[in-house]
């Protein structure tokens, strides 16, 4: 799950509830800093996206997940390609793409993509 980041204004729970109307305060004395609606009420959670300590079933968490397209180089013929969407560089070697494998070399991440977690 990816951690919510300051401005977002939806979030989602770590059982998947939405939440709306986050809205982040600047106080430094503060314990619950993000106020937000879920299932119709006004909840508080730590900076951090924490309802309590240790792990929680309201805990909240970035509705999108990123992907990168990434840079290969082929060391044979010296070409670039792009790569189809992958979250980290382990999980392009870990895939059965064609660009995984010994004479392909991953240059860079290159272009963002957001989507919506289901």
Not at 43 to 50: A, F, P
Not at 61 to 89: A, D, I, M
Request: charged share 30%; aromatic share 12%; hydrophobic share 30%.
């Amino acid at each position: 799950m990816n951690p919510i980041k300051k401005g977002m204004t939806e979030a989602v729970t770590r059982d998947g509830r939405k939440v709306t109307q986050l809205t982040w305060f600047e106080a430094e004395n503060a314990m619950y800093t993000v106020v937000g609606v879920l299932d119709g009420n006004i909840e508080s959670w730590n900076e951090d996206g924490s309802y309590t300590v240790g792990e929680h079933e309201q805990d909240i968490f970035s509705p999108v997940e990123y992907e990168w397209q990434w840079l290969v180089r082929n060391q044979l013929s010296g070409q670039f390609h792009t790569t189809k969407f992958f979250k980290t560089e382990e999980s392009l070697r870990n895939s059965n793409d064609k660009f995984n494998s010994f004479e392909w070399c991953i240059i860079s991440r290159i272009e963002e993509s957001k989507r919506e977690v289901k």
